[in-house]
């Protein structure tokens, strides 16, 4: 029987326990989740790639039904390479609406065989982002409640130095 495959896209910039909640109930509906780190060449990010990657492994306890990959170009055509159907995003606030629509209905028009599952995030999450995460640690704020414990600490390696 063919395995119920999801894409979890995102920058991950770092990983947060917001996107660790989404991957979380995604597995619950999904036999594999992949997250799939996106290259955006508008949105230069804090952490490197292999830095986001490797962050995420740390998070993920080694589940093996958890794939980390990166892609560049549009997400229809990755997600088509991995010949997936469906991909997860988590919703926040209804700020992330408009541009969440936007980018699931685009999507959908180019690869009408690909539908975008979004779950809200839940009460504790829902107002953190990567890049305010990224602001409270650039001030030497504690960011403890927001992402594990190894993006806290190399976050605050880059803003307080070794
Ligand atoms: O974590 P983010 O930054 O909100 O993730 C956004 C992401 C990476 C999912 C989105 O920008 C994306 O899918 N980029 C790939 C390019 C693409 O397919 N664009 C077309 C949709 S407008």
Avoid: C, W
């Avoid at 999507?107 to 953190?128: C, E, Q, V």
């Amino acid at each position: 029987m063919k395995q119920k495959l999801a894409v979890y896209p995102g920058s991950f910039d770092p990983v947060t326990f917001g996107h660790l909640d989404i991957l979380q109930r995604g597995l619950e509906l999904f036999d594999r989740v992949i997250i799939a780190i996106a290259y955006n060449i508008e949105k230069k990010g804090l952490f490197t790639f292999e830095e986001r990657k490797e962050l995420i492994q740390q998070s993920i306890n080694g589940n093996p039904n958890v794939i980390i990959d990166s892609f560049d170009g549009l997400l229809i055509d990755y997600v088509k390479k991995v010949d997936a159907t469906f991909v997860i995003r988590g919703l926040r606030a209804m700020s992330d609406f408009e541009y969440e629509f936007q980018m699931a209905s685009i999507n959908r028009t180019l690869n009408p065989g690909m539908d975008t599952l979004f779950m809200m995030t839940s009460k504790d999450y829902f107002f953190i982002s990567a890049r305010t995460i990224k602001e409270v640690a650039q001030f030497r704020g504690s960011v403890s409640s927001f992402v594990p414990a190894p993006g806290e600490k190399r976050l605050k390696e880059i803003f307080e130095g070794p």
